[in-house]
């Protein structure tokens, strides 16, 4: 059983808002991920982190930012949420090879948060 | 540059018949993992089965089996004796074993009739 987290698991809010998506993992994988997925769409990454104080930018370019102070924990914030920031966000985390208990090292996900913005 | 193709946007199925989903990767890397993800409705990604590029028996998990052809770089999931619960979008999936980087199809919406 995958032992990663995600709230708020639905949010609506305003234009301008600043918000911040948790997720936390306590499987304790270096690599963390996250996902925007619009509804019945491919996952599209924007950021991931392959340890501590490490952030990259995914594939989609994104307004969102990211922060790795610990392990576990990898929120992803958004300044002034805008009705186009409207979507999925899915957070997952894959040991390294090495670290996980089974050479698959697949990516463990989050149930994921419905973010609406008026 | 690593691409995943599922030409499938949507299949349906009778139910307790067989299905097989498409997938095809283009990697010039000899180490890599194939993944299919099941994502119902309700969102969440569930990890179905893992088939290694230096596997050289097809992986099976249950009623799923990967149908995996090295030189076509083809990687399809075989569903047998479909259930109304399959029905949802797969997603396929290729990890880069340097760097550890996944790539994802576009999924296939799978419906399983009555």
């Known amino acids: 059983e995958a032992d990663i987290y995600q709230t708020p698991r639905y949010l609506v809010i305003g234009t301008g808002k600043k918000i911040t998506l948790e997720c936390s993992q306590t499987?304790?994988?270096?690599?963390m991920y996250w996902y925007q997925q619009d509804p019945g769409m491919e996952l599209h990454l924007i950021h991931y982190?392959?340890?501590?104080?490490?952030?990259e930018k995914g594939d989609l370019s994104s307004e969102s930012t990211v922060s790795r102070i610990r392990t576990e924990h990898f929120p992803l914030t958004l300044e002034s949420a805008r009705p186009s920031h409207t979507s999925q966000y899915l957070c997952?985390?894959?040991?390294?090879?090495?670290?996980?208990?089974?050479?698959?090292?697949?990516?463990?996900f989050g149930p994921g948060t419905r973010l609406t913005v008026l | 540059a690593q691409k995943i193709t599922q030409t499938q946007p949507g299949m349906f199925v009778q139910e307790k018949e067989a299905v097989t989903l498409d997938c095809t990767y283009d990697?010039?890397?000899?180490?890599?993992?194939l993944f299919w993800y099941k994502q119902p409705s309700s969102g969440e990604m569930i990890f179905l089965i893992y088939?290694?590029?230096?596997?050289?028996q097809n992986a099976t998990e249950g009623r799923y089996s990967l149908n995996f052809q090295k030189a076509r770089k083809s990687a399809n999931l075989v569903i047998s004796a479909s259930q109304l619960g399959d029905s949802a979008m797969y997603f396929c999936?290729?990890?880069?074993?340097?760097?550890?980087?996944?790539?994802f199809g576009t999924g296939t919406s799978l419906t399983v009739i009555p």
């Open positions: 982190s392959y340890g501590v104080n490490s952030t």
């Open positions: 997952a985390s894959s040991a390294v090879p090495g670290q996980g208990t089974r050479s698959y090292n697949e990516q463990f």
């Open positions: 499987m304790g994988h270096d690599k």
């Open positions: 088939q290694g590029s230096y596997d050289e």
């Open positions: 990697t010039s890397d000899q180490s890599y993992g």
């Open positions: 999936a290729m990890r880069r074993n340097t760097g550890n980087q996944f790539y």
